[in-house]
């Protein structure tokens, strides 16, 4: 756990701001009503966080990030979601990249702090395309729009090819 939050410092943060504001989360998302009660069952709090998980990943694809300022708080905290198992909350999180990087904030990349960033984007859409597109054409269509979108960044382009 101390390795993580030494490579990770900016992740644990955010995660650890999410936390201290879950009751103001759960408002503006509309599930105030939630009874939240303490639990060790894993099985009951695994399902409760795909739950969490995918009807904030719907909210946040029926956003707009054209006057959002802070695409990289946005991108570290969804991008490890793309890996999840849940066909759903994958589709979603293609969509809210494609909106993200259509807004022309490629000059994220060109900043060294964003490396993490530039790394997990890389993994993903591999991810996708080796394990995952063959299967799902939404995501097929959402990657290579998401691709079309990342190879307008020349200093992306020049990344990956070295």
Known sequence: M?????????VFLLRTQVVKKL????KVFHIENLEMHLT?????????????QQNICSKLADCSYKNYENS?????????????????????????LN???????????????????????ITLINYWIADLVSNDNFL???TVDL????????NLLIKIHS
């Open 2 to 10: 101390a390795i993580g939050f030494m490579r990770f410092p900016k």
């Open 23 to 26: 009751p103001l989360i759960l």
């Open 40 to 52: 060790t069952d894993i099985q009951e709090l695994l399902f409760m966080l795909k739950s969490i």
């Open 72 to 96: 990289t708080e946005i991108l570290v905290s969804l991008i490890p979601l793309g890996f999840s198992q849940s066909r759903v909350i994958v589709h979603n999180i293609a969509v809210i």
């Open 99 to 121: 909106k993200v990087f259509s807004t022309e904030r490629l000059n994220i990349f060109e900043d060294r702090s964003n490396a993490l960033i530039f790394n997990l984007t």
């Open 140 to 142: 097929l269509s959402a």
């Open 147 to 154: 691709l079309e979108s990342l190879s307008k960044s020349g």
